[in-house]
């Protein structure tokens, strides 16, 4: 089965500057999804960013990006120019293609301070 | 707007109890999940679901079961609650894994139930 791993818990970042939150991942598939979700406060889990395997341009959502490094099998988000609203747990996940079982990281903390 | 809803955001039950808890998706999704949450540990998937009838297991099946009779569907069953099932539990839904690519979306999550066993 595919693995996730998030190594940060806990991250903390100013108002307005920027974060990058780590994530790696282990699978045999050549095709798949990885996404980064969002679950604030009220718990609602919600989509941040997706990237396609095949595709090598890294995908961008306002202030989101990512940096995905297949080889590596890595999978960051930088989130710029941070705000208050920003604050929640952060999970990454994979899916795969054929194997449609997703899979998520223990996820990290971020807290914006202001 | 899709919407996955969880029949209850909180409930309690005591020991060795029948729970159900139960998943409906109004967006003809393929595919269901149920998650555990826990503090450190992120979402782990207990049992997934491909198809009506069609169930694999996920990471932490034991002590869980599930059904699937309707597409929009999906029922987590702790067969006799006990306090380690104590959590917070998850439902999602999504397409295939290809549709996902054609549709360019993702999977949508229910509100979640907090679940305590006494």
């Known amino acids: 089965a595919q693995t996730v791993t998030q190594s940060q818990p806990e991250m903390s970042v100013q108002e307005a500057e920027t974060v990058t939150l780590s994530c790696t991942y282990d699978?045999?598939?050549?095709?798949?999804?990885l996404f980064w979700y969002k679950q604030p406060p009220s718990r609602q889990m919600i989509l941040v960013i997706r990237?396609?395997?095949?595709?090598?341009q890294n995908a961008t959502e306002n202030r989101f990006s990512v940096n995905f490094q297949k080889a590596a099998k890595s999978f960051s988000l930088k989130i710029s120019d941070s705000q208050l609203g920003d604050t929640a747990m952060y999970f990454c996940?994979?899916?795969?293609?054929?194997?449609?079982?997703?899979?998520f990281g223990a996820g990290t903390r971020l807290t914006v301070k202001p | 707007d899709v919407k996955v809803t969880q029949s209850s955001r909180y409930l309690v039950k005591r020991t060795g109890e029948k729970v159900f808890l139960e998943c409906v998706q109004d967006?003809?999704?393929?595919?269901m999940f149920w998650y555990r949450q826990d503090p450190g540990l992120g979402l782990r998937l207990i049992y997934f679901s491909y198809d009506v009838k069609m169930k694999e297991k996920g990471d932490i099946p034991e002590g869980y079961s599930v059904s699937r009779e309707k597409k929009e569907r999906f029922s987590l069953i702790l067969e006799s609650a006990s306090t380690n099932q104590t959590s917070m539990y998850l439902c999602?839904?999504?397409?295939?894994?290809?549709?996902?690519?054609?549709?360019?979306?993702?999977?949508?999550f229910g509100q979640g139930t907090r679940l305590t066993v006494v």
């Open positions: 999602a839904s999504s397409l295939s894994g290809t549709d996902l690519v054609a549709m360019n979306t993702e999977a949508f």
């Open positions: 990237q396609e395997a095949y595709k090598q």
């Open positions: 996940a994979f899916m795969g293609y054929n194997n449609n079982d997703m899979r």
């Open positions: 699978t045999s598939e050549n095709n798949y999804y």
């Open positions: 967006m003809d999704h393929e595919n």
